[in-house]
């Protein structure tokens, strides 16, 4: 059992946990993830570890419910308990040698881009971070972002906060006016990824993509993972997540990744329905 220690809630449908989990926090590196079950009787979800702290040995994970067992861990509170959390599992992010870097997040995402800002600030790196939420009430990490960061740049789609635009729009603003960088990560909606990737090909700029959005069983097993990059199929899980973001296939990842769309939503439905069922017992 893995008590949660803190419980924050970022914005309506986003949470942040922190969990005890020495063994995991010692290893842990940004871009890894770990696996969980809720209870005994759960299924096994993916988890991309946001932050860790290995004096306090505990892990912090930034989940969206979605589903079924989103919903159930986010009825979870303080000083409650996870059955299972197995980890950090995925290669992590490669950083060394990188003296300036964009780190371009969208959404939810950008749970997992802060840890990799911080760690490349921690090292010396150059960092800007560009992020993109639909609109203010989405907002996460902007705080821990700009305390990571040289220079910071929030976009909203409907400029309700930070400028008016895509992320695409403030990182072709930043390259056009002087600025170069030796590698550009991304990690946010698949369709955001695949515009990133495609402007920053125009330019040459390396891009590193991660494939967190796909993963599923976290092992390779399932094959819901699985992805194109450079013409050969290589699995999120345990090949990546992050990948060359110029060789990924993201039309055919986008066309399987809405595949478990609708089962995601009756599987919360059905966990709300039980839930209220209970509540009125």
């Known amino acids: 059992m893995f008590e949660i220690v803190r419980k924050k809630i970022l914005n309506p449908t986003v949470t ?9 926090a010692k290893k842990a590196e940004p871009g890894q993830f770990i696996i969980l079950r809720v209870d005994e009787d759960g299924e096994r979800i993916p988890l991309t570890i946001a932050d860790y702290d290995r004096d306090k040995g505990t892990v912090t994970v930034i989940f969206q419910i979605v589903g079924a067992t989103t919903f159930k861990l986010g009825l979870k509170e ?21 003296g300036k870097v964009a780190v371009v997040g969208g ?11 911080k760690k490349l600030h921690a090292s010396g790196a150059e960092v800007h971070s560009i992020v993109g939420f639909r609109n203010k009430d989405l907002i996460i990490l902007e705080d821990e972002f700009r305390n990571v960061s040289d220079r910071f740049v929030m976009m909203t789609d409907d400029g309700s906060a930070g400028e008016k635009g895509l992320v695409t729009d403030a990182l072709k603003k930043l390259i056009e006016s002087g600025e170069t960088y030796d590698e550009v990560i991304t990690i946010g909606p698949l369709i955001m990824m695949k515009f990133v990737c495609a402007l920053t090909k125009q330019y040459g700029i390396r891009t590193v993509a991660s494939m967190n959005p796909i993963m599923i069983d976290g092992t390779g097993m399932c094959g819901g993972c699985r992805l194109s990059v450079g013409g050969k199929t290589k699995f999120a899980c345990v090949d ?10 993201f039309d055919e990842a986008i066309a399987r990744s809405s595949m478990y769309k609708p089962f995601e939503r009756k599987a919360y439905d059905d966990a709300c329905a039980l839930y209220r069922q209970e509540v009125r017992l």
């Open 16 to 24: 942040l946990m922190e969990i005890n989990a020495p063994m995991v």
């Open 78 to 98: 303080e000083n409650d308990s996870i059955h299972d959390l197995a980890g950090p599992l995925g290669r992590s992010t490669e950083t060394d040698g990188l």
């Open 107 to 117: 959404g939810v995402g950008c749970a997992i881009a802060y840890p990799v800002a």
């Open 240 to 249: 990546g997540p992050d990948f060359d973001g110029h060789l990924i296939d």
